[in-house]
Every structure is written in structure tokens, then in C-alpha cells.
């Protein structure tokens, strides 16, 4: 693979995506509906929360930095197998799943006094103590990764970076790209890349939503106050498709419409998901730039972060998402 940093303000994580969907065979992008969908649902762009939910912790200084990490380590793949629970915890009273539970789970640790934002603590990190912090119903899928990706990050932190995130982020400077370079090089669990037709492929969602949620955190200041958050892309996750594809935004071939329908798994790096998954950073900029056309001047991450909230309305559950067991999304 080239080398990324040849040029330090390369981000290539569009100009990476732009021939999957020239090529793409199992997933068409319909740009054309982009204005409609807007009329029906872009009055709901500004109504983005913020971070002020129960489930975020925030403190204003650096151990929201190094909460926020943890976070974004371990921010993929929540949905159940087959016959299985949906993974929920409980926490103040209410019973959060998903994104939500995560977030949830960790605060609740924080509160307990277990040290998750600790580099030697995560490095040392036990599977027991790791069930305990995400004790809920049902079980978190793939917790053996997520283990190893947290003790990856104590070890990692622990070598490189003076055992702190809070070091890596301020080496970017300002700069959001940087960070999320950082995290990609620093540490193999967000290195969310694959090949397709032999050339490179980079979405880095996770390291992009961890610049993201800091921003959100920190409402664009002091530790979230990066100059460059409108190079970031969407994030490429398992909602957005289900929402774009709701849009008539993004369409699947037949076949593999079914195979969704039927909830077969697509395996991590096979065609059919890196073709959802470009198609859909892809179909965002189409969104941001009908916005445009209309006066908005979102940033992919805001139109990213519409998506997502109306990914949570019923409305749009109504077709079941692309199902893919990894630690990228
Ligand atoms: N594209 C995109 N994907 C996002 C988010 C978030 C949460 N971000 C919020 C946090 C602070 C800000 O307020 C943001 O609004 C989680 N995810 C992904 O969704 C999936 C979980 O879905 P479900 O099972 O329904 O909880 C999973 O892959 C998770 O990684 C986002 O914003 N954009």
C-alpha cells in the first residue's frame, strides 16, 4: 500500500472510493433522488442532538478525551445473531442497546470507579472484568476482539503515546485528519481498510467518528476544535445504507437484495459490502451537495449525523440492514 503520508495533508479516503462506485455491480447510486428526499426530511438537519444524553460522559477536560477513545474502540457490530437477545444494559433505571448501551456501559464503569480510561488498565484489561463492564442482557458480539483491540490500545498507548490519547491529539494541532491518521497508524483495530479489484480501499470510520465525537463533545471547542472537520466523510456503518436505501439514494441488485432480506451474513472486504459501504460515504456528498444547492452548508459529518438520527425512526427499520461480523463499524 502507497504511502499514505506522503503528502501530510493527504486524505484518501474519497479519492479511494470514487472507482469501487465506477465499478460497482451490486449497489447503484441514484443521485437524482437526493433533492426529494431533502424536501421530505431535510427540515430535520438541524434537530442533530448534541451530546448532552444520559449515556455520555463528559467532564470538559481530558478524561472526556480518553472516555471518548474507549468509546470508539469498541463502537461496532451491536446486532444479535439469529434467536439471539438483543445485547442491552441497564443503567440509572432505563435500559439502553446499540450505540446507546455502549456508551451507557462505560459511564456506569467510570461512575463505579473502574479506571476504563487507564492505558495500564486496558493493557492488563481481564475477560471478566471486560464482562462486567458491559453486563447487561444478552452478550455483546465479538467481545474476544473487542478485548484484544482494548488491550491493543493500553499497550499501544502505553508505548507510543506516554500511556495518554490526550498526547496523540494534541500532536494533531487542529487538525481532525491528523487525529484520525494518528489513531490509523497508531493502533491496528481502526485500521478499517481493505482492497477491491486490487486497489486500496480506506473508510477509517471508526478513527473518523472518534475526531467526530469529540467535536460533538466538546461542541467544536477546546479539545474538539479542529479547523479541518469538513474534510472528515461519513462514517460507514450498517445504518446509513438502511437509511439511503429507504432514499432510493442507494439500490441493491436484486440478488443481493434477497440475501439481505433473508439476513445472510456479507462477509468483511467481499465486494457486495465494500460496494454498500463506498456507495454509501459516496451518497453522502451527492446529500451535502443538494443541501448546498439549497442554500445549507452542511458538513458530511452533520448530514452523516441526520442520517443516523432518522436511522433510528421506524420509518426507516423498515428494511432490514446488510449484516457483516466486524470490528470496523
Ligand atoms: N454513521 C454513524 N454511525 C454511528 C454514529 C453513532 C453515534 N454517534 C453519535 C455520538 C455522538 C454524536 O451525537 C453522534 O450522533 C454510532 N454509529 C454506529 O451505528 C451503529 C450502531 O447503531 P445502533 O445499533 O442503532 O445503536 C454502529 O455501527 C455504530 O458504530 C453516527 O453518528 N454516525
Redo the contacts with the bound molecule.
Keep these: 500500500m502507497e504511502n499514505l503520508h506522503e503528502s501530510p495533508r493527504a486524505f484518501p479516503v474519497l479519492e479511494s472510493i470514487a472507482p469501487v462506485v465506477e465499478r460497482s455491480r451490486w449497489v447503484t447510486f441514484h443521485p437524482a433522488s437526493a433533492e426529494l428526499c431533502i424536501e421530505r426530511w431535510g427540515h430535520l438537519l438541524d434537530s ?4 448532552k ?1 444520559p449515556w ?1 460522559f463528559f467532564d470538559g477536560g481530558l478524561e472526556t478525551v480518553r472516555w471518548v477513545f474507549v468509546l470508539d474502540v469498541l ?5 444479535p445473531d439469529e434467536n439471539e437477545p438483543l445485547w442491552s444494559v441497564r443503567y440509572r433505571g432505563n435500559e439502553y ?7 451507557a456501559s462505560l459511564k456506569r464503569a467510570m461512575e463505579s470507579g473502574v479506571p476504563v480510561t487507564n492505558a495500564s488498565f486496558l493493557a492488563g484489561l481481564s475477560p471478566g472484568t471486560l464482562r462486567e463492564i458491559l453486563a447487561g442482557t444478552g452478550e455483546i458480539p465479538l467481545l474476544e476482539a473487542r478485548l484484544e483491540n482494548l488491550r491493543e490500545a493500553g499497550r499501544v498507548l502505553l508505548a507510543r503515546w506516554e500511556g495518554d490519547i490526550v498526547n496523540l491529539v494534541a500532536s494533531a494541532g487542529r487538525s481532525a485528519v491528523d487525529v484520525v491518521k494518528g489513531v490509523v497508524d497508531s493502533f491496528s483495530s481502526f485500521r478499517d481498510e481493505c482492497g477491491y479489484r486490487g486497489r486500496p480501499v480506506y473508510f477509517w ?2 478513527a473518523q ?1 472518534f475526531a ?2 469529540l467535536h ?2 466538546f461542541d467544536g471547542r477546546d479539545w474538539g476544535a479542529f479547523e479541518d472537520i469538513e474534510r472528515l466523510t ?7 445504507p438502511q437509511v439511503l436505501r429507504r432514499f432510493g439514494l442507494i439500490v441493491y441488485h436484486p440478488e443481493l437484495a434477497e440475501r439481505i432480506e433473508r439476513r445472510e451474513r456479507l462477509p468483511a472486504g467481499s465486494e457486495e459490502e465494500v460496494e454498500i459501504r463506498a456507495a454509501t460515504v459516496w451518497a453522502v456528498e451527492a446529500l451535502k451537495k443538494a443541501f448546498e444547492r439549497r442554500g445549507a452548508e452542511p458538513t458530511s459529518m452533520r448530514v ?2 441526520w ?3 432518522l ?2 425512526l421506524e420509518y426507516f427499520r423498515k428494511y432490514p440492514y446488510h449484516l457483516c461480523r466486524t470490528i470496523y ?1
Design positions: 442533530v442532538p448534541t451530546w444524553q455520555h463502537n461496532h457490530c451491536f446486532w442497546s446499540g450505540y446507546a448501551g455502549l456508551a470510520k471508526r467518528l467526530a465525537d460533538s463533545a461519513a462514517f460507514a456503518d450498517y445504518k446509513l452523516d449525523g442520517l443516523w438520527q436511522g433510528q463499524y
